[in-house]
């Protein structure tokens, strides 16, 4: 059998299980249930022994490898397009704040004691800012699926729209501090919006996201900053209050988002993992510590933001609000490919880490959502 044929049979398992999953599941669940058990299943018990296809045969085309960066480039400006929305109030920073912090400086901690070998302090940092990240697009869609009251969900998302802008910005300047000249020119091209507003008088939001998506992918085959130039980028559109517009309808970007490049994303960064030496570099304690930490240490980050943000709000309504703030999903599948990209994390972390993923993510449907939303009710009702 070809590797074409098995990126194809990938592919029909995610959109198989997206079917299946149908309203109840939200699409990024079962995107990872996928990556974390069906890939590797298949992989070890079908593709390698009868196929006789390695990971590395099937990582190997060249047409796959820029197929990939062009779905990087895609989604990474997608997840980005999110800094537009940014709008900081109080309560927004006292949440954001703590919510951060905590997970950041557990993630630090934990690159220094679990993970062995001698990695750099970008690994550190970016292990630290991986534990600190809610996943906007999913932590948006759980809100929506459990009818969670407007003025909360806006609170939430717009916390959860800070702590993604401080880790990618806070890694993009740290990835470029080595070579401070290497942010001129993603500086200089994120000063496009400027031109195309004050000089050519352009208003429709087309001419602003075609070329923002054609750059990203030119930086990221260029290995030049893209995170830098995405955020710069979207910060000049929200002060020119020039609105952002996909460049395809919604239902066909979702499409390609859903259909193609996430699945491709994920099955890329799991066939990397050699799942036959999982416990001889790293013990199960600092594989299931990876796991449970970044949970831990981002629900306990949530919680104290939320009790400074309001003080007299219930303890279980902050509880609830702590597990859905700890979702992960997309935003941290995007960074955690591109540690592992850039080579600043190894195929097992990124494993260890992608189980995280889908334990934080599922958590708060494990728990009752519908608990959420019943008392967050009767909060308002009160107040």
């Known amino acids: 059998m070809s590797v074409l044929g098995f990126w194809l049979l990938a ?28 890939i590797p299943a298949l992989l070890l018990l079908w593709v390698e022994p009868h196929w006789q296809l390695s990971a590395q045969d099937l990582l190997a085309p060249t047409w796959l490898n820029l197929t990939y960066g062009l779905c990087f480039a895609l989604l990474l400006g997608y997840i980005l397009s999110d800094v537009i929305d940014l709008d900081l109030s109080p309560a927004c920073l006292k949440i954001a704040l703590p919510s951060f912090l905590v997970p950041m400086l557990a993630g630090l901690a934990c690159s220094l004691w679990l993970l062995p070998g001698e990695r750099s302090w970008l690994s550190a940092v970016g292990i630290g800012l991986l534990f600190s990240i809610t996943a906007i697009p999913v932590l948006y869609l759980f809100l929506q699926s459990i009818g969670y009251p407007a003025a909360d969900t806006k609170r939430l998302l717009h916390a959860a729209i800070l702590m993604e802008f401080l880790c990618w910005s806070l890694f993009g300047l740290a990835q470029g501090s080595s070579h401070p000249a290497a942010l001129l020119w993603p500086l200089l091209a994120a000063a496009l919006p400027l031109l195309l507003h004050k000089v050519l008088r352009l208003r429709h939001g087309l001419f602003y996201s075609l070329p923002f998506f054609a750059l990203m992918l030119l930086f990221q085959q260029l290995k030049i900053n893209a995170l830098v130039f995405g955020i710069a980028y979207m910060l000049c559109l929200g002060w020119l209050r020039q609105p952002f517009v996909l460049p395809l309808p919604e239902r066909a970007w979702k499409l390609l988002m859903n259909g193609l490049a996430v699945p491709l994303i994920l099955t890329f960064g799991v066939l990397r993992v050699d799942f036959h030496g999982i416990g001889q570099d790293y013990s199960w304690l600092a594989i299931g510590m990876l796991v449970l930490l970044p949970a831990i240490s981002k629900v306990l980050g949530s919680w104290l933001g939320l009790h400074w943000a309001d003080p007299s709000a219930a303890a279980r309504i902050k509880w609830h609000e702590s597990l859905l703030l700890n979702i992960r999903g997309l935003t941290e599948i995007v960074f955690l490919n591109l540690l592992l990209q850039l080579q600043l994390i190894d195929s097992l972390v990124y494993f260890g880490l992608l189980l995280m993923s889908l334990f934080s993510t599922l958590l708060p449907a494990l728990l009752g959502k519908h608990a959420n939303n019943n008392e967050a009710r009767s909060r308002y009702e009160v107040s």
Do not use: D, E, F
């Open 11 to 38: 592919l029909a398992i995610y959109a198989l299980v997206a079917i299946i999953g149908g309203r109840r599941l939200i699409p990024i669940v079962g995107q990872l249930l996928v990556a974390a058990i069906a």
